[in-house]
């Protein structure tokens, strides 16, 4: 299966931004206080969302994927993918239409970099049923909080899911998968990312997301 790259700009006035990394990375914090910027300080609508688990049906995947039992490599990768559909279709694309600031916790680079990466399925095969999936959709920019996953694992807290009992050499692929994708979108244009270094303090990292956020909103030169 292969679906062509849509345009990263999605139809409508919205903008919509992923946050991407590993376990323990620190994406619901920082996704939160862009969040609480946005509305705040622009007055822009926002709706935080995350995958798995965006939609009550991707609640019900999420605990599938997550919390039930083994399954083998092609399957997880579908049922991210439903969720992924039924997530873009009912929550993302109307917000985005009606011109809302869309941040997610997880989008298809997620998928790429665990099932690809960690899970060593084709990482084409992956992203093109994503893209089927959500109809060529791709965020505006991609934020990337790149962390050891040594310290990502000692940040947890509570039982680990299955993706966290997946072991070193897994999260030690996850990350390179990731870093993999930054630079090779930032060389061939398809996608905005930017790389942060997740081991800096919290205030830190969120003035360096401000400041590029602030430049794809067209707000700073």
Not at 63 to 84: K, M, Q, S, W
Request: proline share 6%; aromatic share 4%; no cysteine.
């Amino acid at each position: 299966m292969h679906v062509p790259a849509a345009p990263s700009a999605p139809d409508g006035p919205g903008f919509f931004l992923s946050f991407e990394g590993g376990d323990g990375a620190g994406k619901s914090t920082q996704l939160h206080l862009l969040a609480r910027w946005l509305r705040d300080t622009l007055g822009r609508e926002v709706v935080t969302t995350r995958e798995p688990g965006g939609t009550t049906l991707g609640v019900e995947l999420r605990n599938a994927v997550l919390h039930g039992e083994d399954v083998d490599p092609r399957t997880e990768a579908l049922l991210y993918a439903t969720d992924r559909a039924h997530h873009v279709h009912t929550v993302i694309r109307p917000a985005l239409e009606r011109g809302a600031v869309v941040l997610t916790d997880r989008y298809l680079d997620s998928s790429v970099a665990y099932q690809a990466g960690g899970r060593e399925l084709s990482a084409a095969e992956v992203e093109d049923l994503s893209l089927w999936a959500t109809g060529g959709l791709r965020p505006q920019l991609t934020v990337l909080l790149d962390l050891d996953p040594d310290i990502g694992r000692g940040r947890l807290t509570g039982a680990p899911d299955r993706l966290e009992r997946a072991g070193d050499d897994f999260h030690s692929r996850t990350r390179q998968a990731y870093l993999e994708r930054a630079r090779t979108a930032a060389a061939d244009g398809r996608q905005p990312w930017l790389v942060v270094d997740a081991s800096r303090p919290v205030d830190e990292i969120q003035s360096e997301i401000r400041a590029h956020v602030a430049v794809a909103l067209g707000l700073a030169p």
